[in-house]
Structures are given as structure tokens and as C-alpha cells.
């Protein structure tokens, strides 16, 4: 850590107040430095393990003991967190930091930000909407409006686009029976579009859907910002590859990555298979054959 970096903080402590949490946020600094070549499982992981430290520290003196830069380190460790496991727990941590940080008035409009990411990232619109009220100068966009299905089925809960191109329709994907494809992409990554238009103009892939009976989900990781507007791109550019937003990471235990893109093959509710990464069109396209090849012919 280097000298500049503690004299900020010894700078911002309240008399009377000691910075007990930077030595326990350079560790989440860490973890993730050092597992920067890893999947974000990984990083994930290793991220998670050091936040436990840093909370538990952060807990055995209590928030309102904490100097205000602790609380900054607090929420900043959180946040890394929460790009790789968006959990309504670390929502909740953030919230219990912010209302400190209110109560004292040093809350800043990043703090904010902070949370009200968190809270579009874990579905928790009310919550998101209630910061936008109370403090406008954020400057982020509203949470979408969320309609309910007209059909409510069995299956895993996502959120997809509405008619309406503005508005989140909540839904479900019946992924526990039959063949599915799932696809973890994102309109905003070149290689997801790139491989939807590769599938999407390949006749082998979809004679290969049709031969084995697997129906597709092309399914948004769970993130702290909603691309409406790509979302509307995609559906007028693969209309047959319907682009749902999870809703919750566990609520697809089977994924072991949230990197894009990446094929998940399931038949019944169990994970029969899966490839990732899209670099090159034929041996792409080749990876996923091959993968729904697992699959007998009907």
C-alpha cells in the first residue's frame, strides 16, 4: 500500500476515530490482482473470501464506530464484490454503510451510485427507485417499469423485454424439463453477437436444434445496468434467439461462469455439457455441434 494512499486516509479520520480496514481492503485489492487471469468464477471466489475478512472486522467494532474512510473502503470492497456475485446480502451491507454516512451527511454522490447499482443488480427496483427519489442528483437512469406474464409457467425466473420495447416483463424459462441451450451472452459483448449471428445463419445448427429437440435461451449475466437499447437490437436482429435477463445468479447453480459467451447444454434439468468463447465462426460453430451432439437424435 503505498505512503500517498495512508496519508489520504490519515487525512479523512474523525478526531478520535482510528482506520482500522485498510490492511483488510488491500486484500480484496488483492484477490483480485492476483486471480486477474482466472475465470470470474475465480475471482469470485477469491473476492468473496476477502470480503468476509473485511466484514467481519468491519462488524466486530460496528458501522457507527467506523471513521468515514473505513466505510468508503467498506462500500468499495463491496462493489467489487458485487460485479462477480451480485447477492442481495452485499445489498443489504451497502445499505446499513450508506445509512451511516446519511445520518453523518458525508455521504458522497458515488456512495449513492454505489447502491443503487447494487439494487438494480440484485432486481430490487423499489429499492433502486426509492434512491433515485430521495437523492436525483445521482444521475442514473429509472429502473425499468416490470410487468407480469399474461402465463405464468414452471421454470427458472428470468426478465425479458416487453412488446412495449421499455418495460421488463417478468417470466420464466421451463429449463428443469426438455432440451435446453443456454446461452450466457450480452448484447454489449462482440463475441455474443458475433456467435448469434454465426448460429443464427447456420443451417447445420439449426437442423442440429431441430434433430435433437433443444429448445435456446440466450441469457444476460447478472449485472448492475439493464442495455434496454441493445436488448431492443437483439430481438430485431435474432428474433428466433429469445434474450432473457437473470434474475439471480443462484438461481443457475449449474453455470460455473458468467463469462461471455458461454453454451450450456441441459435435458431435464441436469447439465449435460457446456463450451465457451467465440473466436473463430467454423470452429465455433463445430464447439456447439458438438456439444448438442451429446444429445441422442430423437
Not at 488483492?30 to 469470485?44: D, F, K, N
Not at 455474443?192 to 447445420?204: F, G, I, P, Q, V
Not at 455439457?273 to 437424435?297: C, E, N
Request: aromatic residues 8%; hydrophobic residues 45%; proline residues 6%.
Amino acid at each position: 500500500m503505498s505512503a500517498h494512499f495512508l496519508l489520504l486516509l490519515a487525512a479523512s479520520v474523525s478526531p478520535g476515530v482510528q482506520n482500522i480496514l485498510p490492511a483488510e481492503f488491500e486484500r480484496v485489492v488483492q484477490a483480485e490482482l492476483t486471480q486477474a487471469g482466472s475465470t470470474s468464477a475465480v475471482r469470485g471466489k477469491a473476492i468473496a473470501d476477502a470480503y468476509a475478512q473485511l466484514h467481519a472486522a468491519a462488524h466486530a467494532t460496528g458501522l457507527d464506530a467506523l471513521s468515514d474512510s473505513d466505510l468508503d473502503l467498506l462500500l468499495r470492497a463491496a462493489r467489487k464484490l458485487q460485479v462477480y456475485r451480485p447477492q442481495e446480502r452485499v445489498e443489504r451491507d451497502m445499505a446499513a454503510v450508506v445509512d451511516v454516512l446519511v445520518r453523518r451527511g458525508t455521504q458522497s454522490t458515488v456512495h449513492l451510485q454505489t447502491w443503487f447499482d447494487a439494487a438494480i443488480a440484485t432486481r430490487k427496483f423499489a429499492t433502486a427507485t426509492s434512491i433515485l427519489l430521495a437523492h436525483p442528483q445521482i444521475g442514473r437512469p429509472p429502473p425499468p417499469k416490470v410487468l407480469d406474464a399474461d402465463i405464468t409457467l414452471d421454470g427458472v425466473p428470468v426478465y425479458a423485454l416487453a412488446d412495449d420495447g421499455q418495460s421488463l416483463l417478468r417470466r420464466r424459462v421451463p429449463a428443469q424439463s426438455g432440451r435446453w441451450l443456454v446461452v450466457v451472452s450480452s448484447p454489449g459483448c462482440g463475441f455474443s453477437t458475433r456467435a448469434a449471428k454465426d448460429l443464427h445463419d447456420s443451417e447445420l445448427f439449426r437442423a442440429r436444434l431441430a434433430e435433437r429437440n433443444v429448445s435456446t435461451a440466450w441469457l444476460q449475466p447478472v449485472e448492475k445496468t439493464l442495455d434496454i437499447a441493445g436488448a431492443r437490437r437483439w430481438r430485431d436482429q435474432h428474433p428466433d434467439f429469445p434474450l432473457y435477463w437473470a434474475s439471480a445468479q443462484r438461481d443457475w447453480p449449474e453455470l460455473e461462469t458468467w463469462d461471455t459467451p458461454g453454451f450450456y447444454l441441459f435435458q431435464h434439468g441436469q447439465l449435460i455439457g457446456a463450451a465457451s468463447g467465440w473466436h473463430d465462426t467454423r470452429d465455433g460453430i463445430q464447439a456447439v455441434l458438438s456439444l448438442l451432439d451429446q444429445i441422442p437424435t430423437r
